[in-house]
């Protein structure tokens, strides 16, 4: 091949490659943020408020549940302290009653934790739903491309800048849109 060919053959390719970078326009540079759900919820009236009445709700069921559990260590206490001097009958219905105590404890335990977790769940969700919108809004508004999930084990965030953070502008867009209520006060 000739030089002047290798020659024109290169200045082509250079005019080519710069006619395809001035034909294809420059990506926008994508904004992204960082939203951390729970402390939103957890920061807004509406989610302490609602926590607060799971939490008085909750507590006063478990103090039931306690009471219970009290009254069966008493039986339990009572079989220990008089166990020699009890007759068959007398011990074999303390045996019983602590065994039954103790089994509906246990299965009272378990459903309050099971419905404490479901109606925590239904909470969360609740807000979070309503919360997702205000994000949606936001984004939309100031032109971000993402807005990622700060918190939790399912989406471990191992650093960023303060400055993507959105979580306080939502809280407040949140409070904005939903005021607390007056009701009963």
């Not at 302290?81 to 303390?94: H, M, N």
């Not at 925590?120 to 997702?132: D, G, P, W």
């Amino acid at each position: 091949m000739k030089p002047t060919s290798i020659l024109c053959a290169a200045s082509l390719v250079a005019i080519l490659a710069i006619a395809s970078r001035s034909q294809t326009p420059a990506a926008p540079a994508a904004r992204i943020a960082i939203f951390d759900t729970q402390a939103a919820v957890n920061a807004t009236h509406e989610g302490q408020t609602a926590f607060a009445n799971l939490e008085t709700k909750y507590n006063d069921l478990r103090d039931k549940l306690e009471k219970k559990q009290a009254g069966v260590q008493a039986l339990q206490d009572r079989l220990r302290k008089s166990g020699p001097t009890l007759k068959e009958d007398a011990r074999a219905w303390l045996e019983h009653e602590i065994d039954a105590g103790t089994r509906a404890a246990n299965h009272d335990a378990e459903d309050l934790a099971a419905e404490a977790n479901l109606e925590q769940a239904a909470l969360v969700r609740s807000l979070r739903t309503k919360m997702m919108a205000e994000v949606e809004k936001y984004a939309a508004e100031r032109g971000y491309s993402a807005v990622f999930e700060a918190g939790g084990p399912q989406n471990p965030l191992l650093w960023s800048t303060p400055a993507i953070n959105i979580t306080q502008d939502i809280v407040g867009r949140y409070e904005k849109a939903h005021p607390p209520s007056h009701e009963g006060k």
